[in-house]
């Protein structure tokens, strides 16, 4: 009990996910932490991968990625891409939808993205 009050303690207290317990029905009628329910988008998923060039990838689903590499011109670049699965060798390769933003545009799209959930929520309440 000891170790559990312990991760308890150290989880992200910035965390807005609730936890649901339930009761079980035996003599110790002890609380059980039900799993949490992951809502789509609630989580950032930490993890990167590195491609063979070293580029580092990091997947929205199944079949959008952002890949941030250097572009011809040396510069950094976003790449966000659809990929599909290539029937020969059933490698994920990229198609031909998406998009490359050199560095400014990419520091331009994260300056626009409240005013772009701002417009979201206008949409959503017509």
């Not at 312990?6 to 002890?30: M, T």
């Not at 997947?59 to 599909?84: M, Q």
């Not at 998009?99 to 701002?118: G, M, N």
């Amino acid at each position: 009990m000891g170790k559990d009050n312990e991760e308890y303690k150290n989880k992200d207290q910035s965390s807005e996910e609730e936890e649901e317990f339930i009761e079980e029905n035996d003599d110790s009628k002890k609380a059980v932490k039900k799993q949490k329910i992951e809502k789509a988008g609630e989580k950032r998923k930490r993890e990167t991968n590195k491609d063979d060039k070293g580029d580092q990838i990091f997947e929205l689903s199944a079949k959008r990625r952002v890949t941030v590499r250097l572009f011809s011109t040396g510069e950094p670049s976003v790449d966000i891409r659809e990929f599909y699965k290539d029937k020969n060798t059933g490698e994920m390769r990229p198609g031909k939808a998406g998009i490359c933003f050199p560095l400014a545009q990419w520091h331009k799209l994260k300056e626009l993205i409240p005013d772009i959930d701002e417009a979201i929520e206008a949409i959503k309440k017509k």
